[in-house]
């Protein structure tokens, strides 16, 4: 049994289903859970770590929904700077075909590490290639040693270029070992309860890198055991115009003929859907992960995320692969996420229409997607807000910085609006990840040393 108390924060901000915010609030923590929350003066004074965040802004850890780790190694690549999607790819699977485990367990880690500084506390991650001897459960322990949960999607490549996929065939895998390989760590880390810090998901890589036969077979075995099922799609248009020759469907129509629809699932980007389409979203519970930074950096397109949210979708945040981002910042990309919905309001007619309903998105909306939303994404009713009974996932920002001098007369929206800062404090489960800006579980310096030899070693092998 140990407990900790976080007390005097300036603001915390609950995201509860009253949105509270409360003026010198806390937190009282026992084994990870939260027991109390309200006012200071209104919870226990006592506990085994007390922590005063005076002057600190406190919010529920963000929840990244989309992120493929390992891509750290590959950030800026000259050759893949100026390219859309496929050519991208094209030009990175090759590199990344030569990935070891050890590439894996420390990408990981710098991700985790960038993600955790952001205020992160879970992260849905998608491994989709398994080089030279690569398994998810190298980047299962990395996860373990920095603190932070995952969702660890088992991805999948089985459709090589022979075959009219589009990675070279060296880089995908049969059926049989992918489906073996899945069951595998299913049975192995697979954890359903609250407070799990490792969660496995299923999630073949797209439609234009598996069979139509391995999406529906891992639909199965993920309902099996009652798993959930992730994936890209709609990211691009030439994915759509893929999805038309190769099966006849556009990109959801073929996903539902899958049976690749319900509230187990969840597609990242989901830029190219129409009217129906997000009302299927809708009809079925399946979730949206919004990665406006790749979206902008790969020149894909803008989701109608407006439109989602009045569907009532749900719909998470996620950073995407840091070789199209080429960070892991997720409060950057709450910040994108406001401004490109801003962006695409502009290109739609905003400053000429006069009707009063129409809004633009708000701060404390783009925060929301980033935690309650991708808590739902994920399927965990067990983090996204500061409620009784809820892990202890949050994190806090020190409001007297330069960066948000003179914006203190709304410190939540100041959080959205102003640049990015570190957090100063990241807590998982009760244990610091991050404390005065710096990690705790690893040197940053050590880290960066180690990442960075990786990386020139991938690009120049020999
Ligand atoms: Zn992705």
């Known amino acids: ?104 367990f420390i990408s990981t880690q710098t991700a985790l590490a960038e993600l955790a500084l952001s205020g992160c506390t879970t992260a849905s991650d998608h491994l989709y290639l398994f080089p030279n001897g690569s398994r998810l459960d190298d980047e299962i322990a990395a996860a373990r040693e920095i603190g932070i949960r995952i969702q660890a999607s088992r991805g999948s490549m089985s459709l090589g270029e022979s075959k009219g996929g589009l990675p070279p065939d060296s880089v995908v895998d049969t059926e049989a070992n992918i489906l073996r390989d899945s069951q595998r760590l299913i049975e192995t880390y697979h954890d359903p309860k609250p407070g799990a810090f490792v969660q496995i998901v299923l999630a073949p890589c797209s439609p234009f890198s598996v069979t139509g036969e391995l999406m529906k077979q891992s639909a199965k075995l993920a309902r099996e055991y009652a798993v959930h099922l992730h994936t890209h799609l709609a990211e691009t248009e030439d994915e759509q115009a893929f999805c038309m020759q190769k099966f006849g469907y556009r990109p959801l129509p073929y ?99 006069n009707d009063p309903e129409r809004k633009l998105m708000t701060a404390r909306s783009a925060l929301e997607m980033a935690t309650r939303g991708g808590a739902a994404v994920l399927g965990r009713s067990d983090i996204g807000s500061l409620e009784v009974g809820k892990c202890a996932d949050f994190f806090a920002i020190d409001l007297n910085c330069l960066d948000y001098a003179g914006a203190l007369h709304d410190p939540v929206a100041a959080l959205v609006f102003c640049h990015p800062v570190r957090a100063d404090y990241t807590v998982v489960g009760g244990r610091f990840v991050v404390k005065e800006s710096q990690l705790v579980p690893l040197d940053e310096h050590e880290l960066i040393e180690k990442h960075n030899r990786a990386a020139k070693y991938l690009l120049e092998p020999g």
Request: proline share 4%; with cysteine; glycine share 8%.
């Open 1 to 104: 049994m140990s407990t900790l108390l976080i007390k005097n924060a300036a603001i915390l901000v609950t995201m509860d289903d009253r949105r509270r915010e409360i003026s010198g609030g806390g937190l009282f923590v026992r084994d990870g859970f939260i027991e109390k929350v309200g006012p200071t003066s209104e919870i226990p004074s006592k506990a085994d770590e007390v922590l005063d965040l005076s002057g600190h802004l406190i919010l529920p850890g963000l929840v990244n929904t989309h992120h493929h780790f390992y891509q750290t190694l590959t950030r800026a690549v000259p050759a893949a700077q100026d390219a859309n999607l496929f050519n991208w790819l094209r030009t990175l699977y090759p590199i990344w075909a030569r990935m070891t485990p050890d590439d894996i």
């Open 255 to 353: 996903m539902q003929s899958m049976d690749w629809v319900g509230s187990d699932v969840w597609f990242a980007h989901a830029v190219y859907v129409d009217n129906d389409e997000v009302r299927t979203f809708a009809k079925y519970g399946c979730g949206v992960a919004h990665c406006p930074t790749s979206n902008m950096r790969l020149a894909s397109g803008i989701a109608p995320i407006k439109e989602y949210l009045a569907a009532g979708v749900k719909v998470g945040l996620g950073v995407d692969g840091s070789a199209s981002n080429d960070g892991s910042n997720l409060l950057a990309e709450v910040r994108q996420a406001l401004l490109v919905s801003r962006l695409k309001e502009g290109i739609t007619g905003f400053s000429l229409s």
